[in-house]
């Protein structure tokens, strides 16, 4: 145990991932595919990339596949991408369950088709023991909406405004225990933030990947990783370089003040 966490210091392991999974419908259109074509192939992608993520010691991973705002896609679409997640629970999660993996949702169940629902409930409920890695889908999730809901429950409840501060706002988040991801990877290569995490990824480091979500492999997922490693975070404070070389000038690293 000493020696893996050793391992996960020198090389610097994230421990939580999240995944922009752009680039289906591009990938199908080149494939001469309908756009569902390449949700389903995508689908495919989702063992090996989750396998991969815990052999190199990822313990959180969470995966955008459906947004608030994919509700405005035509209805074929969406209706499909909500048969393929059902699809993708009927025929995953037992396999998901062997290999160690927890699942969890984030975003909206409420409102949807009773019968997914269910599905998804099963799932977490089989799963909730494991924990080699805990595999959190984002489906019928948005950033925004998360952080109105959260305000939403904290009027209602009455929580007088003295007592709110980040950590007593996390509380109120559809995952709260969970960690903020340390590193956003986007496939399909555009370099924007889709609603996804806004409270969590304020310190996030972000990797954009051309390479479409069906064909996001092994050789990605290493280089995303290994940048992550030469990544200096500072958290808006100073790295532990400029700490130093302001110290060998002779002017003391600032100490924290009261405002
Ligand atoms: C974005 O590609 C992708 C999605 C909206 C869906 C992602 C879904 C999957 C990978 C499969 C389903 C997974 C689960 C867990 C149900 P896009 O359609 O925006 O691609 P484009 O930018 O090339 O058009």
Not at 7 to 23: F, L, N, W
Not at 42 to 48: A, K, S
Not at 52 to 79: C, D, Q
Not at 181 to 192: A, Y
């Amino acid at each position: 145990m000493a020696e893996e966490n050793t391992k996960q210091e020198s090389t610097r392991i994230p421990r939580h991932v999240a995944i922009i999974m752009d680039g289906n419908g591009r990938w199908a259109k080149e494939h001469g595919l309908p756009r569902l074509g390449g949700h389903r192939v995508g689908t495919e992608n989702l063992r090996p990339v989750i396998e991969i993520m815990a052999e190199h010691g990822v313990e959180y991973l969470t995966l955008y596949a459906f947004s608030t705002e994919n509700w405005s896609r035509p209805l074929s679409e969406v209706k499909g991408l909500f048969r393929i997640l059902g699809q993708v629970i009927d025929r995953q999660s037992r396999a998901m369950h062997e290999k160690g993996v927890r699942i969890c949702h984030l975003g909206i169940l409420e409102g949807l088709d009773a019968k997914l629902q269910g599905k998804v409930k099963q799932a977490l409920e089989l799963t909730k023991n494991n924990k080699r890695i805990t595999v959190c889908i984002a489906f019928n999730y948005g950033g925004r909406a998360e952080i109105l809901d959260a305000v939403r429950r904290i009027v209602k409840e009455g929580v007088p405004s003295g007592s709110i501060n980040e950590e007593a706002f996390r509380r109120y988040l559809y995952s709260p225990d969970m960690p903020d991801p340390d590193l956003i990877i986007r496939t399909g290569g555009e370099m924007r933030i889709s609603n996804f995490l806004l409270w969590q990824s304020a310190y996030s480091e972000y990797f954009s990947v051309p390479t479409y979500w069906p064909d996001f492999g092994r050789e990605d997922i290493e280089k995303a990783l290994a940048a992550f490693s030469q990544r200096q975070r500072r958290f808006g404070g100073l790295g532990p370089e400029e700490t130093r070389r302001k110290d060998a000038a002779g002017h003391p690293a600032k100490r924290a003040v009261s405002p």
